[in-house]
């Protein structure tokens, strides 16, 4: 349960133990003081510094000692039934003379219908005690609540700054109230303080810091990847439908104002030719639609955290939905979710929960999956309508190539006029992306080991010395093409 409505109603109810787990201590003892004002029954808190303390009027100064035992006891005494906030209790939760008492309270062994509260921020009880708590959830604050607290931040800078004013450029301040979504009270005027004073404004380069800062607030297992490194489409060669499909669809994901209501994208799957910039292109789409790339690598919650892996999952993608507007990237997702083979079951549920997550996902993530091997994609993920698309990123031709070969070679302050590229781009037929970079790399090796300036030589002699992947494995990328013939959209 959630929100303070609920818990008027959880004390009207006379719940007998509520346990909430939260860092925000301040804001559980003040959503009580307002609830409680209709419940009609005193409200106490306990920690161990200041003994068991009456809050909700004047303090009779009758304070019980810390000791829990002894706290415990006088509660169960009490005739008048009272709401007791138990603050950081779990240390005392492993006595058992402790835990019996709590328990003869919670049945209400004792006459009087006292509220137990366990404040704090991980509270694990024991199965005796679980089945007898109710869990209470805070409430995270809403855009109202978000707007409200930056004004108070941009007030509170101005206050210590000698009137200063913040400089508020609106568009902006509403993404960053729409990105604060999802963060607690204390976490997001954490976040907005630092944006303000880091430069006494509060304007668009303050997105990106704080999609950031969002992220590592809420992935604090690790189980995403921020990439900081988003990339620019015009640092991709070719793929010119994929990114026509993704400059389309800039303005319904960002939710920009249109004349047509258009449904937003979700997500699309890109099968290819290794090293043919599937992973570029992943970066180009949130670099394409101004948001932060998340990668998700499903093996690896596998083998890092055996036997929880559907959790870590389940937590991932709500990180992920917190941290909306975004791009989520799922790397090799054939590795993680070939059903074949003997892990228990464990990727076949993985799967289905990934299915009926972007069936049914309610933030703005769109997803990007990446994978190689279609062999091993189970037909469930392939089916219409999971994937808005699914493009195949195939070996580049010889206009890409030419522009694979411009891209690095500009990169590394070279002029690609200097440079015979029709040649080049001949010589280098079948080769990926990523084996014509590498070509630029060892041809420039060989320049510098000569202690001459690369020119065109250097880079056809390396083109003769290498394999490429399409032809040492012909039959592999040959069979992967005719499959997708059928199947896929081409990404160029
Ligand atoms: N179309 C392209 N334009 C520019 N550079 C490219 C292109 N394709 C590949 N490259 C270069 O090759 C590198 C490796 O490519 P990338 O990792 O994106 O390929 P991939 O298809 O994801 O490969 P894999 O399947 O092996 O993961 C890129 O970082 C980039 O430098």
């Known amino acids: 349960m959630s929100g303070n409505q609920d818990l008027t109603t959880l004390l009207r109810a006379r719940t007998p133990l509520l346990v909430i787990e939260s860092a925000e201590e301040g804001r559980v003892i003040e959503s009580f003081r307002h609830a409680i004002a209709q419940s009609l029954r005193p409200l106490f808190t306990w920690s161990i510094t200041d003994g068991l303390r009456r ?76 089945a007898l708590a109710t869990p209470f959830q805070m409430a995270l604050p809403d855009a109202q609540a978000m707007a409200a607290l930056v004004r108070e931040e941009a007030f509170a800078y101005s206050r210590e700054n000698s009137g200063r004013r913040v400089e508020v450029d609106a568009d902006a301040a509403r993404t960053i109230v729409r990105n604060l979504a999802g963060l607690t009270h204390a976490d997001a005027r954490r976040i907005v303080r630092k944006l303000i004073y880091a430069d006494g404004a509060l304007g668009p380069a303050d997105i990106p810091g704080l999609a950031q800062a969002k992220f590592e607030l809420l992935d604090r297992e690790n189980l995403l990847h921020f990439e900081y490194e988003t990339a620019r489409f015009a640092d991709v060669a070719g793929l010119a439908r994929l990114k026509r499909w993704i400059q389309q669809r800039e303005p319904a994901f960002v939710g920009r104002k249109q004349t047509v209501r258009l449904d937003p994208p979700k997500g699309i799957l890109l099968l290819g030719v290794q090293g043919c910039g599937k992973s570029l292109a992943a970066k180009a789409v949130a670099g394409g639609f101004g948001v932060p790339l998340l990668r998700l690598d499903i093996g690896t919650l596998y083998n890092k955290y055996h036997g929880e892996t559907e959790r870590n999952l389940r937590a991932a993608l709500k990180n992920a939905e917190m941290l909306s507007p975004c791009v989520l990237w799922l790397d090799e997702i054939e590795k993680a979710l070939a ?134 494995m012909a039959d592999r990328v040959s069979a992967l093409r005719e499959w997708a013939r059928e199947r896929t959209v081409p990404a160029d």
């Open 55 to 130: 809050i909700d009027m004047d303090d009779d100064g009758e304070h019980a000692v810390p000791d829990a035992t002894m706290t415990l006891t006088s509660i169960k005494q009490r005739t008048e039934a009272g709401v007791f906030l138990l603050l950081d209790f779990q240390p005392y939760l492993r006595y058992p003379m402790t835990l019996r008492l709590l328990r003869e309270i919670v049945l209400r062994q004792a006459a009087a219908e006292h509220t137990l509260v366990l404040v704090g921020s991980k509270i694990e009880l024991p199965d005796d005690l679980t």
């Open 339 to 472: 059903t074949e083979g003997s892990d228990d079951g464990v990727s076949r549920r993985v799967l289905g929960y990934l299915l009926t997550w972007m069936a049914e996902r309610k933030g703005k993530v769109f997803l990007v999956a990446t994978a190689n091997d279609v062999s091993a994609l189970p037909a469930e993920l392939l089916r219409k309508g999971r994937f808005d698309e699914i493009f195949f990123v195939d070996l580049p031709g010889p206009e890409a190539r030419a522009e694979v070969l411009r891209i690095h070679l500009t990169k590394r302050e070279l002029n690609a006029a200097d440079f015979d590229l029709d040649m080049i781009v001949a010589a280098s037929d079948g080769f990926s992306g990523a084996e014509i970079e590498q070509l630029v790399v060892a041809a420039l090796y060989a320049a510098a080991a000569e202690d001459r300036p690369l020119d065109t030589w250097h880079l056809l002699d390396e083109a003769k010395l290498t394999r490429p992947l399409s032809v040492m």
